[in-house]
Structures are given as structure tokens and as C-alpha cells.
């Protein structure tokens, strides 16, 4: 008895992200990584490439709330999927991840040069801004970005997930769809809440 055709179907690409959401692995919404599974997925890149260059970018887009009262909830979870579509576009080996509901964390694996940081954050920069017309004004949504390197402002995925969030904030102290690279001075200027952060975690963090 052949089983080949019973068991092809684990081979479409539609059915594996059915069951990679089941298990709580990718959001529901875009079909990116959860937190847990990204934090995995780029400690597990760390250590098998502990003397490589990396970034990592937290996503925050401007005003959600704004774009769910003027067009609706519809157009916002649109907005998120067409944010997501883009971030998989960026030419580089990266790992993408929903972090909130208007977030999203992007580790891009070996940026050799600050030349090559500086082009590709200004190119996802611009990328993630998306023009809106009603009938009382003209606009843009856009999106906050913070960046941390690998291994100057952190060595785990959660510390620079933290550095690069800690960017974003401070970002926002210039005005929205800004961007900022991470420096040790941007504690008191974000709003960063560290309960959540163990013991062992804090005593890791190397900005």
C-alpha cells in the first residue's frame, strides 16, 4: 500500500503554518514567530555564531489607534498584514516576530559594516510608511524604529529585544515614524518597565 499521497500534504506550505499556530509557534494574523519561539530562534543563531554582527530592530507603528477609529479594525488588522508583507521582503537573513499587537522585532543576521546598518534601518524606514486619504485630511501611517547591535548593546535575544525597545522610545521623544540606534544614555529617556526581567537576565546585560 502507497502512503506518499496521505502524507504529502505536510509538504504544503498552508498546512504547516496551520500547525505551527496550533502549537502557539507563529501568530494567527501575519504567519510570523511569537516572542518565545523568536527569543529561541536567535539565542539558538547566537550561539552557534557567537563572533558574528547582528542587529536587532523593535517596529512600533505610529498611532494603531488613530487608523482603528478613522477606517476600523478591518483596515488596521489590513495594515498589519501589508507591515508584515514588507518586513519579509527585506533582502537579508533575518528573523521576523509579532512582539504585540502593533509591534513587531526584527533580527537581521550579519551586518558587516555600520555603513550597511545605517542603509538598511533607512530603507525599512521608509519602507513602513503607507500614505491615507478621508475626507478631512491627508496623511501617513508610519512606524518608530529602534536598533541594537550585536554583541555591543547586548548579548541574548532578550537583552537587545530590551536595547532595541529602549531605542524606540527615545526615538519617539523627536516625534513619531523617527529612528534611533541604542546608547547607554537612552535609560532615562525611556519608559522601559523591567519587572518582567529576572534576576539572572539583568545581571547579563552588557549595553
Known amino acids: 500500500m502507497k502512503l506518499d499521497g496521505a502524507f504529502n500534504i505536510y509538504n504544503d506550505d498552508e498546512v504547516l503554518s496551520d500547525i505551527k499556530r496550533g502549537f502557539g509557534v507563529t501568530d494567527g494574523l501575519t504567519g510570523l514567530l511569537l516572542p518565545k519561539q523568536f527569543e529561541k530562534d536567535v539565542d539558538g543563531f547566537l550561539a552557534s555564531a557567537p563572533a558574528s554582527n547582528n542587529v536587532m530592530i523593535h517596529i512600533d507603528i505610529d498611532d494603531m489607534s488613530i487608523c482603528n477609529s478613522l477606517f476600523g479594525y478591518e483596515y488596521g488588522n489590513a495594515l498589519i498584514k501589508e507591515f508584515a508583507s514588507k518586513l519579509r521582503s527585506i533582502n537579508k537573513d533575518k528573523i521576523i516576530c509579532k512582539a504585540a499587537s502593533d509591534k513587531f522585532l526584527v533580527f537581521v543576521k550579519n551586518i558587516q559594516t555600520h555603513a550597511e546598518m545605517v542603509l538598511l534601518i533607512e530603507s525599512i524606514h521608509s519602507m513602513l510608511k503607507k500614505p491615507y486619504h478621508t475626507s478631512n485630511e491627508n496623511g501617513f501611517f508610519t ?13 541574548s535575544s532578550k537583552n537587545l529585544s530590551i536595547a532595541a525597545e529602549y531605542a524606540s522610545k527615545a526615538a519617539k521623544v523627536n516625534g513619531k515614524g523617527e529612528y534611533a540606534f541604542y546608547n547607554n544614555g537612552m535609560h532615562h529617556l525611556a519608559t522601559y518597565s523591567m519587572e518582567h526581567t529576572d534576576t539572572e537576565t539583568q545581571g547579563s546585560y552588557e549595553p
Not at 512606524?143 to 554583541?151: F, M, Q, S, W
Request: charge should be positive; charged fraction near 25%.
Open 143 to 155: 512606524a518608530t524604529l529602534g536598533v541594537a547591535r550585536y554583541p555591543n548593546d547586548g548579548k
